[in-house]
Structure formats: C-alpha cells, structure tokens
C-alpha cells in the first residue's frame, strides 16, 4: 500500500508521513489551510506556497517547508507533489508515486472555477482518495454566477430599506470568493476580524479584493448605511450581531442551505447554495477523471457515495476519518477573540 | 403556478411575520380568483385528495433521474422531506411552460380516476415542465402537508388587509365544511349570507397555559371548572339537523351518532361548545378508550356500550339563531345552564360543573385532587369576557396539573423531518427489567436544538446497528420522560402505553443503571392507570 489509515491519520510508509494528519506526528503533508486538515503539534510541515501564509499565522512558528504546484519532492521512498484542489487558495490535491504506484488525497475540493482558486486540476492515479461532503444526488450547485446575483439582489433590496445584510461565511475562502464576486458598487463592505485578517494575507499574496472595513469596537455601524456585514458563521446570532440596528437581514452561504429543513434549522432569512465542496455531479467527475479503480471515501456521505461507486464498477471504501468538511455545526476556523 | 411558487419563496424567506402578511396580501390582490381559493384552502389545511402512492412516485422519481431507487431512499432522511428529496434529483425541466395553479390542482385531482400507466405519464410530463421550486410544491399538493409557516390567523389576516373585510368575521366565513373544488372567492371570502352554510361552525376560542396566578387580579372576577381530557368539540343544531365539529375543524358526525338525540330536545339555532367525553359512572374514562372511536368512520353498537361518550358543556355560542359570542361569560353560562337544566336526563350531554372557590389557595387544593378525578387540571375564564376566536391571551387559561415522570434510558434513535432533516429528534426509551432494557416509549420534543446538535453527533458517533432509518445506540443517556397519563397497552411489550410523552430533562448526572425499571412503570399504572 502507498498509504495506509492509521487513528493519527493517512500514513505513506515509504516516506514515513502523514497526510492532514489529527494527532501530532513528526512529519505531515498539508493539503489546505483549514483548521481540520492543518492542525498544530507536528514535528514540521510540507505544503504549497500558496498555502503557507495562512498556515504560519493560524499555527505561529511552525517549521514549514512549501512546493509550487506540481513539482516534485522526494521524501524517502516517495514522491509527493501537489495539484489544485479549487477549494480554496492554495489548496492541493496530494499525489504520493511509489514504485510506479500512484494515490492521490483529494483534500476538499471543487471542480467549478471561482475568482480566487487555481483551479481543480484532474490527477491519473491508481487508487484515489476523495472526500464526499455533498456525496448525494440532492446536492447539485446552481452555476455561482446565478448565485451572485442573488447575493446582489438581496444585498441592494436591504439597502434600499435601509437595513443592513449579513452574510455567514468561512473566513478563508467562502468569504473571499463572496468579496471577489459581488457587485462592491452597491455599497459598502464590513468584515469580522477572522475574516479581514485572512484578507489582509491574501492580500499581501496579491489577490486583489474590494475594499473592506474591519468591524472593531471603535467602528460605528451608522456610518455605513446599508453594507454587507461578512460575518464568520458563529458569529451569526451572537452578541457580536447586536451593533447592526435595526434588526439586519440574515442570510448563509453554504451547500447546505440546498435542503430547506436545514436551512430553516438556521432561522437566517436567506440561504445562499455556495459550496467550497464539489456537488453530487462533481464527486462523480473527479472519480472518473483520476482513472483510478479504486476509491477511498472520506468524510461525509461515506456509506451511500461508497456503495453507489461498487455499483458503478469501482473498488470502493471507506476510510473513518475527523475531517469535519464544510459543517454548520461547528465553525471551521477558530474566531479572534 | 410561477406565482405561487414566488409566494411561496418570499414566505419562506422571512420570519417575520409583517412581511409574510404583505407578501400574502399582494398575492390575494393579484392572483387569479380560482388560484386564490385553493391557496386559502391550501393555508387552512385542506388538499386535493391522493390520487397516486408515494411509492410510486419514488420509482417514477428514481427513474426520470436514471438512479437507482435505494438511493433516493437513502436520500430521503437526509432531506427529511419526500417531495423535496424528489424535486431535488430530477434534472432540470427541458420544457418549462407556465400554467396556474389551479391547473396542476386539476391534473393532480384527476389523478385518482387515471390507470397508472396515464398516471405515470401526467406526473413525468409534469416534472418535466415545472422548475424546481414548483415540482416540490407539485409533489407537496400530492402528498398533503404542505407548511408555509403560515398559520391560519396570519392568512385571515391577510386576507383581511387585501378586501377590506374584519378578520373575525373572515374567520368565521373560512370555518366548516367548504370545499375549493366546488366554490368561489365570491362565494366564500365577499359574499355575506349566512345561511350558505348550515353546518358552519364558529372559530374555537383556545386557552394559554396559565402563566402566573398573581397577574389574573382579583379572584372574584374569575370562574373555574374542570380541565377535561378528551376531544374539543362544537355541536350545532340548525333547522332540524346536527352536526359535530372536532377542534381541528373535522366533521365527526358520523362518529358520534348519540348526539344525534340532542336534536329532539334543544332548540333550533343552538350551538354549544364543550368536550366530547367516554364517560361511565359518573367519570370519565381514560382518553385511550375516546381514541377507539375516533378511529373509525362508523360506530358498531358494541363499540357505543363499551364506550359510552357525552358532550361535557362549558359554552354557549348561539341562541335561537343569534351569534351571543359578544355577551358576557357569566351571560352565556347562565343561559347554558337554563337549556342543560330544561333537558330531561339520560342524554348524552352534562353541565361541566363550576367549581366555586374563595381565594387562589383553595382553587389550587382543588387543582392538586385532578388526577383522581380523571381530568386535566382547571380552566380558569375571566366573567365579564366575550367568546373569541382562536388562540388569544388574556380571557382563557388552562392550568395543568404537573406531569408525571420517569428516567429512561435512550436505546434507538431516527432522524426528524422538515426543519428537523439530518438531526436525530426521534427516540425510543427504556426502562430496565431485570438486566434487560423494555421498550417503552417513543419521545421526539422537549430538548433545545443545541441539546439536539449535541446528541446527533453522539448518535453517530455511537451506532451498534442500523436497521433502515434508526439506528440501535449504545445505552448510555438518561433522560427524564414527561407524560399526563399511563394505561395498560397489549399492543406494546412494555404492556404500558404513555399519553403526551415528552423529555423534560437530560439527566446528564443519572448513570445508565440508575434509571427506572418496569416495576416503577406498574406501580404508576396501579396508581393512576
């Protein structure tokens, strides 16, 4: 095996490290910077350039080596590289070549372009590695664009009512392609501090966003009629929300909000189908685009995207892992204090 | 069907209640009249009848999208929502083309008269030109149960703010036995004859749970009776006929064929509210033996001996053909007690006794002795107050005993549905008997969704077995059971049956071996079964 599943993670024996590992190991090789996938404590990290910024704020001194996507790096036996995983700036796909024998992690990942991502590049290999957050045939995304315009429509309705729009959304990545997509003409843009702190480091990477005011105690709301509050999905309903007066329009970007029981779980008045994940039809593509034969699923649907992939023809499993994906429960980056 | 479908988005994308009335309105001022009147009946609960099984639909569904069926039944909880998870995994329409509403209610109406084949064929080519909010509002009108989050009062209101019309007065034109197939928005909503309807009944005055005894005022300005547990009922008697309303505005006529003796005796244009009651030996029986003959549209002779019922009066609502909801309680009970007291004995109907009290103390005495008595707890109705419609504070209170409890221990869990979807809400609990766990209820509301969150991750972390929707956990969770009633059941294991079972509490400090056992349930039975 070029991997194995092992409780601290995914393990390549040739090369003695592990993939997004959830216990501290001694080396590990980072698909992206989410919170479940980089966590502290190991002994020191691979991962691309693009997603290094984010990692060295979010862990501190870390000892951190980074790769452009797609060249090579020996480790031992094997040879890692990374390829565009389109979730989120900087996040990769993982390919490990043993021998010959080639397994690609897929990290999270989507297939559509969006503003802000390198875009998902397909992978041949042997055996391949997916998560399956939207593993099922409900979820299916609407082209982002029409997405946008929903966004914007609503953004300029509350302004026309003078009612300020607050949008849940993660702070690295759904948040940034929300700011690199709207109409920043309709008005302006305030922004939680664990979202503007991950703007201003990519900023400094050279993605170019609109304009964004911090919200920070000394900010009075008033003096920005009608903006769109970007918001980090805990934040929602918190008292962090009580400065917006009169009572702002609520609304979440996510998958989730396909499923209208979920969404009306959430009691924001607006549900936004924006996924950082690939739908049901993308998890299907990527599969067959890898070539491979055999399919490792992880988080999610792993139970239904695994026995509908054996009906398929693939050699499919399940891998038990605490990849928390894109999940309404529990936010996925930690929030400043 | 576009702009129903657009009433519907805007009402489900607000939750507040100024907006949902606004959206309504406009929709009242603009629709089409035919559209209008299914969409008042829709919001009042009522719906073309089935014409087509959901399993059906689920295979013509799996079909359409070229998937196989267990997928779209493994779907199905995750969505918590059948129509929806149908909507959802069919492709995008080829041929949308815009008809109202009342046009797919013909098609779905017809449908109970169709051969299948014609019946799998109207529905495809349905799915295949509606979009995707309109299909689910298609599959939501053939299954039933369609919610808007728009109760009733909100509509009436609505409707109330688009003609000009007083909402009480539309509420009563809105109750009884009307059906959109066969009348207009003219008929029903403008129209101002009474006489269209004999049987209509008048909206339900409903009590809040009392919330503090010291905010009522003076006691004297208070009456009290008996908080009885059985069906609300209206009973009308007009021109020689009666009809029976159940409060969930059912016609059980047929169901209740000894009040039909009350036409010989009370006079014509009366109507009377009150409680429909098994009742024997001058005591109610429990409500279990009442839900023997709910459940059948006609009632064998045996079934009426075994269980007597009587209508337990409390109001008057109309007299000699006068609506007389405006006079006073203390009005109104006063005439009810000369019409009960002019009735000769041995009919189906008794006074629901007032109970005189001095002072809150000796009403609560009085509260503490319901258990034995077979009720509820007490009502209490402020003297000088008019009949109202629907649920309003101020006039009516209901003030419950406390329930009865017990520790059980969470064995199986399913997910919920709607709002619900992809949370486990639904258990089944408990109690020890020896070193084996009995089944004995199922529990679904009480907790917090923070409480819910909570243990659907536990839940999942924590299945020993699925068998299709619910999942076997490991016995390790406590939670005390709240319910107002307990009787001998053959149909479950556990030989008990709990009325209004709910969980009041987490018991997060009760190791598992500590909750109750079988022996505890028996006792309760012997004491209050």
């Not at chain 2, 064929?121 to 509606?130: P, Q």
């Not at chain 2, 010989?264 to 429909?276: A, K, L, N, Q, Y």
């Not at chain 2, 294991?493 to 500590?514: C, I, N, T, Y």
Request: hydrophobic share 40%.
């Amino acid at each position: 095996m070029v991997l194995e599943f092992r409780d601290d993670g995914i393990y390549c024996p040739a090369g003695d490290f592990y993939i997004d590992p959830w216990k501290p190991v001694s080396r590990a090789v980072i698909t992206h910077g989410h919170a479940d996938h980089a966590r502290p404590g190991h002994g020191s990290y691979l991962a691309t350039e693009a997603a290094a910024p984010v990692m060295r704020f979010r862990l501190g001194e870390i000892s951190l080596q980074t790769a452009r996507f797609g060249a090579q790096t020996q480790i031992g036996d094997a040879t890692v590289s990374f390829h565009p995983a389109g979730h989120v700036p900087g996040s990769a796909q993982i390919r490990v070549a043993v021998r010959g024998e080639v397994w690609v992690v897929s990290g999270d990942y989507k297939l559509e372009p969006d503003p802000i991502s390198e875009p998902f590049e397909p992978v041949r290999c042997h055996a391949f590695i997916s998560e399956c957050t939207f593993g099922l045939p409900v979820f299916t995304w609407d082209n982002p664009n029409i997405v946008t315009e929903q966004i914007n429509d609503w953004w300029q309705a509350n302004r026309a009512a003078g009612r300020f729009s607050v949008l849940g959304a993660y702070a690295l990545g759904k948040a940034q392609r929300i700011l690199s997509s709207v109409d920043h003409t309709i008005g302006p843009i305030l922004t939680h501090g664990a979202i503007e702190n991950t703007n201003e480091i990519l900023r400094a990477q050279g993605l170019s966003l609109p304009q964004t005011t911090r919200v920070t105690p000394d900010i009075n709301p008033k003096h920005y009629p009608g903006a769109l509050v970007l918001a980090t999905p805990s934040a929602m309903g918190g008292g962090w929300m009580k400065r917006f007066r009169p009572a702002p329009s609520t609304a979440f970007a996510s998958g989730w909000m396909g499923v209208r029981g979920i969404r009306r779980r959430r009691a924001a008045d607006r549900g936004f189908i924006l996924s950082d994940h690939a739908d049901w039809n993308g998890l299907n593509k990527a599969v067959r685009d890898t070539g491979a034969e055999r399919i490792f699923v992880t988080h999610g649907y792993t139970q239904i995207f695994a026995k509908w992939l054996s009906e398929q023809g693939y050699e499919a499993r399940i891998v038990e892992t605490e990849f928390e994906g894109e999940t309404l429960e529990t936010p996925q980056l930690d929030d400043p204090a | 069907m576009k702009r129903f479908a657009a009433l519907f988005t805007a009402l489900d994308q607000t939750t507040r209640t100024t907006q949902k009335v606004d959206a309504l309105s406009s929709y009242f001022q603009q629709a089409a009249d035919a559209d209008k009147v299914w969409t008042i009946a829709i919001l009042s609960g009522r719906r073309p009848k089935r014409g087509v099984t959901t399993t059906l639909m689920r295979e013509w569904a799996a079909e359409a999208a070229g998937l196989p069926l267990w997928l779209i039944e493994e779907s199905y909880p995750i969505v918590g929502d059948l129509s929806e998870t149908i909507a959802l995994i069919l492709p995008y329409p080829k041929e949308h083309e815009d008809q109202s509403l009342s046009y797919w209610i013909n098609i779905i109406s017809s449908l109970g008269s169709m051969e299948v084949a014609d019946k799998r064929a109207a529905i495809l080519k349905a799915w295949d030109s509606l979009r995707p909010v309109e299909r689910f509002l298609f599959n939501k009108l053939i299954t039933g149960g369609l919610r808007i989050g728009v109760s009733q009062k909100l509509m009436t209101r609505a409707l109330a703010q688009a003609t000009g019309i007083d909402e009480p007065e539309l509420a009563h034109r809105l109750m009884g036995n009307w059906s959109p197939a066969e009348t207009t928005f003219e008929d029903l909503i403008l129209s101002d004859d009474p006489s269209v309807d004999l049987s209509r009944p008048y909206p339900f005055y409903l009590a809040y749970q009392l919330e503090s005894l010291e905010a009522l005022g003076p006691p004297i300005e208070w009456r009290a009776e008996q908080k009885w547990d059985g069906i609300r009922g209206q009973i009308i008697l007009r021109d020689g006929q009666h009809f029976v309303w159940s409060r969930g505005e059912e016609l059980v006529t047929d169901r209740f064929p000894e009040f039909g003796q009350l036409r010989d005796f009370c006079p014509s244009g009366t109507v009377i509210d009150g409680e429909i009651l098994a009742f024997r030996d001058g005591r109610p029986l429990p409500f279990a033996a009442l839900q023997r003959r709910i459940g059948r549209k006609t009632v064998p002779k045996k079934l009426r001996e075994q269980t007597p019922v009587v209508v337990m009066v409390y109001d008057l609502l109309e007299q000699d053909g006068t609506d007389i909801r405006a006079q006073a309680y203390d009005e109104r009970r006063a005439k009810l007690e000369r019409l009960a007291a002019s009735l000769p004995e041995g009919l189906p109907l008794r006074l629901s006794p007032a109970i005189s009290f001095e002072n809150w103390d000796s009403l609560a005495r009085e509260r503490e002795n319901s258990r034995e008595k077979g009720v509820e707890g007490i009502m209490l109705k402020r003297a000088g107050s008019p009949y109202l419609s629907g649920r309003k504070k101020g006039d009516w209170w209901k003030w419950k005993i406390d329930p009865l409890t017990i520790d059980a221990v969470m064995i199986y869990a399913q997910s919920g549905h709607g709002r619900r979807a992809n949370l486990f809400t639904d258990f089944t609990f408990a109690v020890w008997n020896g070193d084996e766990l009995v089944p004995f209820t199922k529990a679904y509301s009480g907790l917090t969704d923070a409480e819910f969150r909570q243990i659907t991750a536990w839940v999942r972390k924590n299945t020993k077995e699925r068998f299709g929707p619910v999942r076997a956990v490991t016995p390790q969770h406590v939670f005390e059971i709240a319910f107002e009633g307990i009787q001998v059941s053959s149909r479950h294991k556990s030989g008990v049956a709990l009325r209004f079972p709910r969980m009041s509490r987490w018991r997060h400090d009760k190791p598992v071996q500590e909750a109750n056992t079988l022996d505890d349930l028996k006792d309760m039975l012997d004491v209050y079964g």
